[in-house]
């Protein structure tokens, strides 16, 4: 899976030493913003510092992330872990129009010039003789 957005916050990493393996580990989460007329937000998170030294993803840079969702339960309650394996650097698409419609045109759908319907009246300039307000 993919998201392309802006780094709008990079936490401090947490690292430590596996009970089961006596080998150290360390992760890094960042906040990434998906532009569009409702912004989104997302956690995600690098594994091991290998990767997070090589990706040294900083505050501001837009950024592509390829990720894994995985969930796991602790305690009886479920949590999400959305773990990057890949960064590619670039441009965030622009911000769509917010008055144009998320949907493509529907097909057969008549336009402005092929409607069966008028276009509406111009309004009467003032003075004319109808002055009625509908």
Same mark, same amino acid.
């Given at each position: 899976m993919?998201?392309?957005g802006r780094?709008?916050?990079?936490?401090? /990493?947490?690292?430590?030493?596996s009970a089961?393996? @006596?080998?150290?580990?360390?992760?890094?989460e960042?906040?990434? =913003?998906i532009?569009?007329?409702?912004?989104?937000?997302?956690?995600? *998170?690098?594994?091991?510092e290998d990767r997070?030294?090589?990706?040294?993803i900083q505050n501001? =840079?837009d950024? #592509?992330?390829? !990720?894994?969702? %995985?969930?796991?339960e602790y *305690?009886?309650?479920w949590y *999400? %872990?959305?773990r990057?394996y890949n960064i590619?650097r @670039?441009q +965030?698409p /622009? +911000?769509? %129009?917010p @008055?144009a419609?998320? !949907?493509?045109?529907?097909?057969?759908q008549?336009?402005?010039? #092929?409607? /069966?319907?008028p276009?509406a009246? =111009?309004t009467?300039?003032?003075?004319?003789?109808?002055d009625?307000?509908f």
């Open positions: 993919e998201l392309t780094i709008i916050a990079v936490m401090e /990493p947490r690292s430590g030493v089961r393996s @006596g080998n150290p580990w360390m992760t890094q960042y906040v990434i =913003e532009p569009g007329q409702y912004p989104k937000r997302c956690v995600f *998170n690098l594994f091991g997070i030294k090589q990706f040294n501001g =840079e950024l #592509t992330i390829q !990720f894994d969702i %995985d969930a796991r *305690n009886g309650r *999400n %872990d959305i990057a590619i @670039g +965030v /622009p +911000v769509a %129009d @008055g419609s998320p !949907f493509p045109p529907v097909q057969g008549p336009d402005a010039a #092929t409607s /069966p319907f276009p009246p =111009e009467p300039s003032e003075g004319s003789a109808d009625l307000p």
